[in-house]
């Protein structure tokens, strides 16, 4: 009996596809918009409410922004600059601020809303009162269905948005002929019209003015139906069926853009083309191949820490009960979700991920849903790589470069530099001046930012050739800190300036945030000059160039430790112990950097525990998802799950005020919805099993104590190693190394391990001679006499070297100590 109810309540599952679900599903229709189901295909985005008399599906085009193309850089702020340097290196910080705010007000707009293009209603009369309702999202094969009863009939409705035909569907079916009788019908919030053409809805719209800027974006939507049985007509922008036994309905959106400096397609050819082919094809072929190409990016994953009977429950009552409970599966599945949600925002050719994806219902949403990149738009991306969606990537990617080509201009006006830059906030148009006030916006150090990105794919997948295109996005940004970078007095040490720690003060009761050379910035900047000093060793370009930011590089501000023995935020000894401010920046270094190492500068890591600790864990969403991140490169993977377990807290309403946590519907919750903490979870939580950031391939660095049994299969690691790992009591018991790139394989592991045929294996010596895992060397920290560092009491492990050839797939097991 004993053992049976063992079984009941803890199944353990080695792979997703016996995995119990991996779904998100109610049993009420959604109450309200963060109840709704996301559906996407980078391109088009929908949420789905699933309410049985009046099916609703709000819709987006990831193109479709307020205004037209422009750039918002104020032409005559250099001088004002100059001030500002000069006040700052003289230490006049309160009067730097004072001439900020007087003069550095935003020029012309503070960039562009992201805009919804409308919603499409299905009207089921009689459907009122229904019975045996639910409702759900597969992530295993990205279609949401909502299924119930009336009058003994039973209704199904399942909606996707194709990945490889472009629009998204709506298949409509009963379990008895004839039942589908139903009216579609659009809205919208944007100017526009609807009518009836060629048996189809068309709307036709343009986005809103803005700041000063005339809304430019046309765009089309068109509906299609095709049935089978019952009769249709159309009259006054709705389609009337009655009598049909099922209806697939097709949704093609489409708009002018043709690129951020460009608007001249046509919106309604491109919509009828797309609506044309996919109506040239069955639903159940559409389907098909829809699910076969999303699966082929999504099932390269798989993750499981076993399940148990909360599965039974709804996903509200799941996160409900997350903190109480052992409902590891949740875990899973928030994680998979996260990588649904970047297949969905961000597939081949589509924009980047905006600060809600896609998805976005509001004319005026919060920020604009514009890309904020002192954190979130970056914060998108992270899984990106080690989740092994590559390809999802080259939506910010390709952004980066455009910005790389707009941001010339503000380098050139506002700061006299050649290169790019930009500040802290960008949009479909990629303006790259200052967005709000002084205090949040002069902040120069966005693009650069974005550069590690650049870096970063080329270190995961060894694409040469796109290091090679990609080069000079790294070398303009660099070269716009050799022309910017100013000379502090008291050291020498050049810094960015002006520019402030996002969105941090440091006079906290004159509001004071402008500065110079605060910890992030010298983080960044040290990165990007190695990164690309890097890059040009191996393509072989700029050796000059190269020299000159090695000698620059040497005059960048070490880190410091100060007085309350944290890691500093800014120049100054200035930090609050008690300030738990959202932004961490002073971490950057530890994550995604990785100039705070336990092994190369323990000192740091132990600062970086101070100031984790000083800022507390519950915040906003997205700055709990980054302290998961910390947390695991902390090695704390216990504290790094009690993070998760902060984020897995339901939030309901429409506050935006209070903790971050999540919705009913797994969105993240700043408050409001932003999709940053989804991101930085989902990242989180693989690097809480696999890092490879510090000179080796760390196997389950931050296993917390709860997750004792699981198995992960198809992370990747830097160098292009893909990683499967299964433990049980907290231990490996199956590592399985594939190796895409050949090279050293340098594995820091907490058990020892040998082949799987019992050879002992090498232990490493000396630096990892694999390229990819190289590291340039920190300055040393300089640290207050007052700060007390407590030593980092590190695990012990094992660290081997494995050559591996190309292709070559390396098994290994932990050494049998058992009886030893
Ligand atoms: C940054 C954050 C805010 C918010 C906004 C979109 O400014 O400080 O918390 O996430 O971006």
Redesign the pocket.
């Known amino acids: 009996m004993k053992r049976l109810l063992f079984i009941c309540t803890f199944v353990f599952s080695a792979s997703a596809q016996n995995n119990p679900g991996l779904k998100l599903w109610y049993d009420q229709p959604a109450a309200n918009w963060n109840e709704a189901l996301p559906i996407g295909n980078g391109k088009l985005a929908a949420m789905v409410f699933g309410v049985p008399a009046r099916e609703q599906l709000q819709l987006n085009e990831e193109t479709v922004w307020a205004g037209g193309p422009n750039n918002n850089v104020k032409p005559d702020a250099f001088p004002i600059i100059q001030k500002l340097r000069a006040l700052l290196l003289d230490k006049k910080y309160v009067e730097a601020q004072q001439l900020a705010d007087a003069e550095m007000q935003p020029y012309g707009n503070s960039g562009m809303p992201y805009q919804p293009v409308g919603n499409l209603f299905i009207a089921f009369p009689g459907h009122e009162k229904f019975s045996t309702y639910r409702r759900e999202l597969d992530l295993q094969n990205a279609t949401t269905t909502t299924t119930y009863e009336v009058n003994g009939v039973g209704y199904r409705r399942e909606s996707f948005a194709s990945l490889p035909d472009g629009v998204i569907i709506v298949r409509l079916s009963a379990t008895k002929p004839g039942k589908i009788s139903c009216m579609l019908s659009m809205d919208s919030p944007q100017r526009s019209d609807i009518r009836i053409e060629d048996e189809r809805i068309v709307l036709s719209g343009v986005t809103g003015d803005h700041e000063g800027q005339t809304g430019s974006v046309q765009f089309q939507v068109q509906v299609g139906i095709v049935r089978s049985g019952g009769t249709a007509s159309g009259d006054g922008g709705i389609i009337s069926i009655s009598g049909a036994n099922a209806v697939t309905v097709y949704v093609s959106i489409a708009t002018n853009i043709v690129g951020y400096n460009d608007i001249t397609d046509n919106a309604g050819k491109k919509a009828a083309q797309v609506l044309g082919n996919a109506m040239g094809r069955s639903y159940e072929i559409l389907r098909q191949t829809h699910v076969k190409t999303y699966r082929e990016y999504f099932d390269r994953v798989t993750f499981s820490l076993g399940h148990t009977d909360s599965i039974k429950n709804t996903t509200r009552q799941r996160i409900i009960d997350f903190s109480e409970g052992d409902d590891l599966h949740l875990v899973t599945t928030y994680f998979q979700f996260g990588r649904y949600l970047l297949i969905s925002s961000s597939s081949p050719g589509s924009q980047a991920a905006n600060?809600q994806g896609k998805w976005n219902d509001k004319m005026n949403p919060?920020?604009d849903s514009?890309y904020?990149i002192?954190?979130?738009t970056e914060m998108n991306y992270w899984p990106a790589e080690v989740t092994n969606l590559s390809e999802m990537h080259f939506a910010l990617l390709n952004l980066v470069k455009d910005l790389s080509e707009t941001g010339r201009r503000s380098a050139q006006l506002m700061y006299h530099a050649r290169g790019w830059m930009a500040h802290?906030n960008t949009d479909l148009w990629r303006i790259s001046g200052q967005v709000d006030r002084p205090s949040?916006g002069l902040w120069p150090l966005g693009g650069a930012w974005l550069c590690r990105h650049v870096w970063e794919h080329y270190l995961f997948t060894g694409n040469k050739k796109f290091l090679r295109e990609a080069y000079p996005v790294l070398k303009g940004a660099a070269m716009y800190f050799v022309d910017a970078l100013q000379i502090e007095p008291d050291h020498g040490w050049l810094v960015a300036c002006p520019s402030l720690s996002?969105?941090n003060t440091y006079i906290k009761d004159k509001r004071v945030s402008i500065t110079a050379g605060c910890t992030m910035d010298n983080q960044i900047v040290f990165e990007l000059f190695s990164n690309t000093i890097r890059a040009s060793e191996i393509l072989g370009a700029d050796v000059e160039f190269a020299d000159t930011l090695r000698e620059m590089r040497k005059r960048l501000p070490p880190m410091q430790i100060g007085q309350h023995s944290q890691l500093q935020e800014w120049l100054g000894d200035w930090d609050d112990p008690k300030d738990t401010h959202?932004?961490i920046s002073q971490l950057y270094g530890l994550y995604p950097g990785y100039q705070v190492s336990p092994i190369r500068t323990p000192e740091l890591f132990t600062a970086a525990v101070t100031t984790l600790r000083q800022r507390g864990d519950v915040s906003?969403g997205?700055?709990m998802g980054w302290k998961v991140n910390f947390w695991a490169r902390l090695l704390d993977g216990n504290h790094a799950y009690k993070l998760i377990t902060d984020q897995l807290q339901l939030v309901t309403g429409d506050s935006v005020r209070g903790p971050g946590g999540t919705y009913a519907n797994m969105f993240d919750a700043?408050p409001p919805f932003?999709i940053?903490g989804n991101f930085g979870c989902t990242a989180g939580i693989a690097e809480m099993l696999l890092q490879s950031h510090d000179g080796t391939i760390q196997i389950l660095p931050a296993l917390p104590d709860k997750w004792q049994e699981g198995t992960v299969r198809g992370l990747i690691a830097r160098g292009g190693f893909e990683i499967d790992i299964r433990w049980k009591n907290g231990k490996i018991n199956v590592l399985t190394v594939s190796s895409k790139l050949g090279g050293n394989c340098r594995l820091r592991v907490y058990d020892q391990i040998e082949t799987e045929r019992g050879t002992a294996l090498n232990a490493a010596i000396g630096e990892n001679p694999n390229p990819f895992f190289y590291i340039p060397p920190t300055h040393k920290p300089l640290l207050s006499a007052k700060a007390v560092l407590v030593a980092a009491v590190l695990k012990a492990s094992y660290v081997y070297d494995i050559q591996t050839r190309a292709g070559g797939v390396y098994r290994f097991k932990r050494v049998d100590d058992s009886g030893k």
Do not use: A, V
């Open positions: 600060l919060p920020w514009k904020t002192n954190i979130n802290h949040t996002p969105e959202r932004h906003t997205w700055s700043h932003q940053d």
